[in-house]
């Protein structure tokens, strides 16, 4: 507010200088035109600083908006990366059914060690926040599963997920992956 004051101030010693440069030349004293002169200064300097708290708002709003797209940015960074790996996953996942399901020799060291590099794979992907869409008896969510065909199972199965035909995924609670599933109707 003094900032203001002291404009106003400057702008009424101003009109004042003009009247007494009038006044000492020997004419009349625009007393009207000098009023009217400050009034649109004033009109003039309140407008200017109401656009420049304008501007200082959208710039911080601005600024706000960047940082908060940088930090999702860093929070999401390696999704292409997790997402392209999931594949693998779902090949573990099938290695080790088919190993538990055949009569091979040396069978129990072969699924012994299938088992160890998946556990540990999915130990990186937890330690990444990276983790699987629970379906098994879960109610039918579009953000989460991705209905691929639906199965008549009874009232009390509807909208239920029956099956999951692929493993859902979420890098945080971004989902990367839909889970594929069958929906009870």
């Known amino acids: 507010m003094a900032k203001k004051e002291h ?8 009109a004042e200088r003009l009247q007494d440069a009038t006044l000492q030349d020997g004419a009349e004293a625009p007393v009207e035109e000098g009023v009217d002169e400050v009034e649109a200064l004033k009109e003039r300097v309140a407008e200017l600083e109401d656009k420049n708290l304008r501007m200082m708002a959208e710039f911080d709003n601005y600024r706000k908006r960047t940082n ?33 399901g055949a009569n091979i020799d040396n069978g129990d060291a072969l699924l012994n ?44 199965k509807k909208g239920k997920v029956i099956d ?6 979420k890098l945080g609670e971004k989902v990367i992956r839909f889970a594929k599933v069958v929906v009870g109707e």
Do not use: W
């Not at 990276?130 to 599963?145: L, Q």
């Not at 999951?164 to 995924?169: D, I, M, N, V």
């Open 164 to 169: 999951c035909t692929q493993k859902g995924y």
């Open 7 to 14: 404009k106003e101030k400057e702008l009424q010693d101003g």
């Open 68 to 100: 908060k797209e940088k930090l999702d940015l860093m929070a999401t960074a390696g999704e292409r990366i997790f997402k392209d790996m999931l594949p693998l996953v779902d090949d573990f996942e099938r290695a080790l059914a088919s190993i538990n």
């Open 113 to 156: 060690g299938v088992q160890l590099i998946y556990q540990k794979f999915i130990a990186f992907l937890a330690a990444n926040d990276v983790h699987a869409i629970e379906t098994e008896g879960a109610d039918f969510n579009t953000d989460e599963h991705e209905a691929v065909t639906t199965f008549a199972a009874g009232e009390d």
